[in-house]
């Protein structure tokens, strides 16, 4: 989608730092960002950014809690029985709970380095990582002993905005070994030593937006979400429509070859294409994987579920909410929950059947802003040709991929230009690519369609 189109959607509505918070009312907006499956009480836990609270849904009665406990959540991961961490983005802090008597209890929050999105646990809790987009950061935390607090033991400086994690344990120990370590914006993936906390070195990849990490085939494999943007290509009709500009990839990685610095990695590695012509996937999101090796990916420009085995050759799609982010698959492999930000709800997908059997509610909503509606638009996939891309998509999260685009915003083909940060450009008229063109944001938005741009 043009930058010119997206600024216009941008204007009035990004922050340096996140979003602002919704005010929490008996309707709220609350746009969820993780959801999990508390299988040993039967029960989905979601983390919402607006409102800054945990939803808890009773899957045997359907019956949904909401407990305020942060500013802004970002992330959920379990740690034991009844017991959690999640992020906020807004505070800085990472909270841990536990949930007794369908209520929930904080049990310890602390600092961490500032704006932190995403956290992954070792399977017994001891270790934890927290990654902070703005101060390029990732926490390193660990628990003395069963019971007891955790502590912050290192922090690791990256040179790029660390977004998802992937924890890899040795073959002779159910303790994390290393951890894949993907950046926000352009395809870096780091491979870090969890027992140096350090970073080894760092994969350079064509990919961007990655926003799902995964391992099959008994950890042989790591699955990666991505999208590519090509610098070859025009943004012209038949680019786009034939998937040459902007495409959304699954990524099948070999573990070994990942986790070595002079490995050709493109070479041991092979990729499933998320869309086709007339029917593309804009912004693929997290992943999961079934017991029986099933993938299923959000797409969350598209509002679908994408899902398949390796060897097949597309994955099939179904729709589910508004902007689904993130899915969780029971032990058997019977469900999958996915949890749609845009919509506040939970489509229970069954995986045998193929067909979405369920939306669970989070509860009332609220009429949306001018500015929550424009967030919406940002997002939403299907308003490219073809439903390849979003605004999101180049401009991540109002940022940039860091990228090169081709476009016809300085009257001519051949030139690719560097993806702009929408962040902090309202009222910074003129307006285009070049910043010498248009003043009013209607011959702005007209331009493209006379210039045959999509």
């Known amino acids: 989608m043009p930058l010119h189109f997206c600024h216009f959607l941008t204007l009035g509505f990004l922050v340096v730092g996140g979003l602002p918070a919704a005010a929490r009312d008996p309707g709220s907006y609350r746009q969820p960002t993780a959801v999990i499956l508390d299988s040993t009480d039967n029960r989905?836990?979601?983390?919402?950014?607006?409102?800054?609270?945990?939803?808890?849904?009773?899957?045997?009665?359907?019956?949904?809690?909401?407990?305020?406990?942060?500013?802004?959540?970002?992330d959920l991961v379990q740690t034991a029985p009844g017991r959690f961490l999640t992020v906020d983005f807004e505070k800085h802090q990472l909270i841990e709970f536990t949930i007794r008597d369908q209520s929930i209890e904080v049990v310890q929050q602390m600092t961490v380095s500032r704006y932190p999105h995403c956290v992954v646990a070792s399977p017994n809790g001891s270790q934890v990582y927290v990654s902070s987009l703005w101060s390029r950061q990732v926490t390193c935390l660990k628990r003395r002993?069963?019971?007891?607090?955790?502590?912050?033991?290192?922090?690791?400086?990256?040179?790029?905005?660390p977004r998802e994690m992937l924890l890899l344990s040795s073959p002779d120990s159910n303790q994390p070994s290393q951890m894949i370590v993907a950046g926000n914006y352009r395809g870096k993936l780091a491979v870090v030593n969890c027992e140096e906390n350090s970073i080894e070195f760092v994969h350079q990849t064509t990919a961007h937006n990655i926003r799902g990490l995964g391992l099959v085939d008994d950890g042989k494999t790591i699955l990666v979400s991505h999208q590519m943007l090509n610098e070859l290509a025009h943004t012209?009709?038949?680019?786009?429509?034939?998937?040459?500009?902007m495409s959304n990839d699954l990524r099948w990685f070999r573990r070994d070859a990942l986790l070595r610095q002079d490995s050709q990695l493109y070479r041991f590695s092979h990729m499933h294409?998320?869309?086709?012509e007339n029917h593309a996937a804009g912004d693929p999101g997290r992943l999961a994987v079934t017991p029986d090796q099933t993938v299923l990916v959000t797409i969350s420009g598209t509002n679908e579920i994408a899902f398949g085995k390796e060897d097949d050759f597309w994955l099939r799609r179904v729709k589910v909410g508004r902007r689904p982010v993130d899915v969780a698959v029971d032990p058997e492999g019977r469900f999958a929950y996915v949890a749609n930000?845009?919509?506040?709800?939970?489509?229970v997908f069954e995986i045998a059947s193929r067909k979405v059997v369920e939306t669970i509610s989070l509860g009332a909503g609220r009429s949306l802003t001018q500015t929550e509606k424009g967030e919406q638009l940002f997002f939403d996939a299907s308003l490219s040709h073809d439903g390849w891309m979003s605004c999101h998509s180049c401009h991540t999260?109002?940022?940039t991929?860091?990228?090169?685009?081709?476009?016809?915003?300085?009257?001519?083909?051949?030139?690719?230009?560097?993806?702009?940060?929408?962040?902090?450009?309202?009222?910074?008229?003129?307006l285009a690519w070049n910043g010498q063109e248009f003043d009013r944001l209607h011959h702005e938005i007209k331009r493209p369609s006379r210039q045959g741009e999509d």
């Not at 979601?46 to 802004?72: C, H, Q, W, Y």
């Open 44 to 74: 989905l836990l979601l983390s919402n950014a607006k409102t800054g609270s945990i939803s808890m849904i009773d899957l045997k009665s359907n019956r949904v809690s909401e407990f305020p406990l942060g500013g802004s959540l970002r």
């Open 145 to 161: 002993g069963h019971g007891q607090p955790l502590q912050k033991v290192a922090t690791i400086d990256f040179d790029f905005a």
């Open 236 to 245: 012209s009709r038949n680019d786009i429509h034939w998937g040459l500009l």
């Open 273 to 276: 294409p998320l869309g086709k």
């Open 341 to 347: 930000a845009f919509d506040d709800s939970v489509s």
């Open 397 to 399: 999260d109002g940022h």
């Open 401 to 430: 991929n860091g990228g090169l685009n081709d476009n016809f915003s300085d009257g001519s083909f051949g030139a690719p230009k560097r993806v702009l940060s929408l962040l902090g450009s309202k009222g910074t008229e003129p």
